[in-house]
């Protein structure tokens, strides 16, 4: 498989994830729609992306989150937790204070 051809094909599926399917999204399901290993796919989106395929997955569910935001501002940190597949709502604000510096209902107000 030439270099990238993979890498190419995983955001492709990523981005042609549908909002109700957010929550599944993850590399184990990704590996297996692709049919390969977990750990080949993760190792190799880093080699040509530099960036974990973790923290890319992540990376969109913040931005599909911040899109949901813009539309509907009463959407709480809890739904947007559930709705982008984290247990954990107060882990879910974290993951997005630390990438856009706010939480999420204070974005919500400033948009």
């Known amino acids: ?7 190419d ?3 492709a599926l990523i981005n042609s994830c549908k909002d109700e399917e957010l929550a599944e999204l993850s590399v184990d399901s990704i590996a297996e729609q692709l049919g390969v290993n977990p750990s080949y796919l993760s190792r190799k989106f880093n080699d040509d992306r530099d960036i974990t395929l973790n923290a890319f997955i992540t990376d969109v569910k913040m931005q599909r989150c ?3 935001l813009k539309k509907n501002k009463k959407v709480t940190p809890v739904t947007l937790a559930q ?4 247990a954990r709502s107060d882990y879910f604000v974290t993951l997005f204070r630390n990438k856009f ?3 999420p209902r ?3 107000r400033l948009k």
């Open 9 to 11: 094909r995983v955001i």
């Open 106 to 108: 204070a974005y919500s």
């Open 66 to 68: 911040v899109n949901l």
């Open 83 to 86: 709705w982008t597949g984290f």
């Open 101 to 103: 510096g706010i939480h």
């Open 1 to 7: 498989m030439k270099k990238g051809k993979l890498t």
